[in-house]
């Protein structure tokens, strides 16, 4: 499925746009096509080189906690519908565009070819057909979700066409009202009845004072070259960085074992990294 998303970006490139009007386009049509691990409610963190200046950025939109600490998301003690964590991706993906976009488009004429895919649909591949058996006995007792994934009393299976026309008009008023909608607007005060419905107390405050912080990114030399990563809250970044710096040590890399099958070399990985952890 995630071809299909692609092909958008592809699109928008070939149309006259630049990167970032690309990546508004494609991320979107990904949240459509995606098997569930990303969406316009989930966290969005992006690296974004401006070839014009010569400069690196990093935009952190990701998750951030509700102001009741009963509300807050405890993985250790999950409870369905009232703990809530908030995504910025919808808010991120505007501020990319309104601070890098090429002025080659209108905001919603790059949510459109993704709100078109989702009410227009497209062919569930393997991958997508199993993610929706596996997560079936979690959602039962959704209507809405059965709605979505199920016809005739039977989960939707590789080849059947999955349509979103419900998220395909959220896209619309997305692109039409931009992230305030998602943020200030209806779809916040909905969202704010449903978790209320279930126990939960996110609260419209803690939408409206959502934000996006843009960063310097996080950088290291390896081996001659300078290598930019995420910042901020990012510690992915961080520790690919220091995975980048412990190999470094190693002179002859493609000639050595795998550190699974040798005790000599997992010793010095670790010893590198903890080094390069404690220099950080």
Not at 102 to 114: D, G, I, N, Q, T
Not at 160 to 187: N, R, S
Not at 196 to 212: E, F, K, P, R
Not at 224 to 253: C, H, M, P, T, W
Request: proline fraction near 3%.
């Amino acid at each position: 499925c995630q071809p299909l998303a692609g092909d958008i970006g592809v699109t928008v490139l070939r149309s006259g746009g630049n990167a970032a009007d690309a990546v508004v386009g494609t991320t979107l049509a990904e949240f459509v096509t995606a098997q569930g691990y990303t969406s316009l409610s989930g966290p969005l963190n992006l690296l974004y080189y401006e070839a014009k200046s010569h400069s690196s950025i990093y935009l952190n939109a990701g998750l951030n906690k509700v102001r009741d600490p009963n509300a807050q998301f405890d993985p250790q003690k999950p409870v369905a519908g009232r703990s809530f964590v908030i995504g910025g991706a919808g808010r991120g993906l505007e501020s990319l565009f309104r601070r890098y976009g090429s002025a080659r488009f209108a905001f919603k004429e790059l949510v459109k070819p993704a709100a078109d895919l989702a009410m227009r649909g497209f062919k569930l591949d393997s991958l997508y057909a199993w993610a929706i058996k596996t997560r079936a006995p979690l959602f039962k007792n959704s209507a809405a979700w059965n709605a979505l994934y199920t016809k005739d009393g039977k989960l939707l299976s590789t080849g059947d066409t999955l349509v979103q026309p419900d998220f395909a008009k959220t896209l619309q008023h997305f692109g039409g009202e931009g992230a305030d909608y998602l943020f200030k607007g209806q779809f916040a005060k909905d969202l704010v009845s449903v978790i209320h419905s279930t126990g939960g107390n996110l609260t419209l405050q803690d939408l409206n004072d959502y934000q996006v912080y843009w960063a310097n990114p996080l950088q290291a030399k390896y081996r001659g070259y300078v290598v930019q990563s995420g910042s901020y809250r990012s510690e992915g970044g961080l520790l690919l960085l220091l995975a980048l710096k412990a190999i470094e040590n190693f002179s002859d890399l493609g000639k050595q074992k795998h550190f699974s099958q040798d005790e000599a070399v997992f010793e010095k990985v670790l010893r590198t990294f903890l080094f390069s952890l404690k220099v950080a």
